[in-house]
């Protein structure tokens, strides 16, 4: 089935409040592989000027992704989730996400597109603290495999 | 440093174990990601990695060379092929960062990821502070 072109623009709300936790934070650096002292030791964290651990760059990904499930799982819009590849993904940081943030999602359909049997689905998503300061910026392409009309 | 410059580089071995911890850690459990028989069923060769993992690997390559995560500015990639993941022996990936710009304080990073020979990112790029 063809993804619906109406949905480009479509904003979803905003994600529940996330406080990203200390614990979070090494378990993700952890799952990646990354056992610089930065993302584990808040002393070292400390010396580099946080207040607690930082979040290894990709991190915001699994912050953005809630919010994406939301349009991905839209029924109205019309995506089969197993043929669903990324395709892209794209951040621009205001700074790096800090164990103790809490933060919400705001996200929006960018654009809906079609190239050769594949569709392109395209969100933004801001990742932004509960007191409204923008931490990162986030565009995300997925892939529909072999689903065009 | 200079355009050109060749500021990291590293193989990182990608086997199933990673890809599990990775869906618990990041909360993507898409099944192509730990199951053979759903990604063939999709018409994938086997399990392939998240997407994210791969660029996670570059953002690890990024920050372990800058120090601070902070100086990471902007960091893109596009997926051009997935990394297969066999069950056994696992997946290899070869990345490099190459200083592609220089502007003041802001240096244009070009990124490379190789699985098997094939370029498994395109135009990924990342902006950094160098000072």
Known sequence: ?149 | MNIGDVVASKTVTIERINLVMYAGASGDFNPIHWNEAVAKQVGLPDVIAHGMYTQAQLGRLLTDWLGDPARLLSFSVRFSAPVVVPLEGGAKVELQATIGAIDGDVATVVLTATSGGVPVVKDAVATVRTA
Do not use: C, W
């Open chain 1, 1 to 149: 089935m063809a993804l619906n072109p109406d949905f480009i623009g479509k904003r979803y709300p905003d994600t529940d409040p996330y406080l990203i936790g200390r614990e979070k934070v090494r378990e993700f650096a952890t799952a990646i592989g990354d056992f610089s002292p930065v993302f584990h030791d808040v002393v070292a964290a400390a010396a580099l000027g946080y207040s607690d651990l930082p979040a290894p760059p990709t991190f915001a990904f699994s912050l953005t992704m809630k919010a994406m499930a939301a349009a991905m799982f839209d029924p109205e819009l019309g995506l089969n989730y197993a043929l669903v590849v990324h395709g892209e993904q794209g951040f621009e940081y205001e700074r790096p996400l800090v164990a103790g943030d809490e933060v919400v999602v705001k996200s929006y359909i960018a654009d809906v597109d079609t190239r050769g049997r594949n569709e392109f689905l395209t969100t933004a998503a801001d990742v932004v603290t509960l007191g409204g300061d923008l931490v990162v910026k986030t565009r995300s392409i997925i892939v529909s495999r072999g689903t065009a009309a």
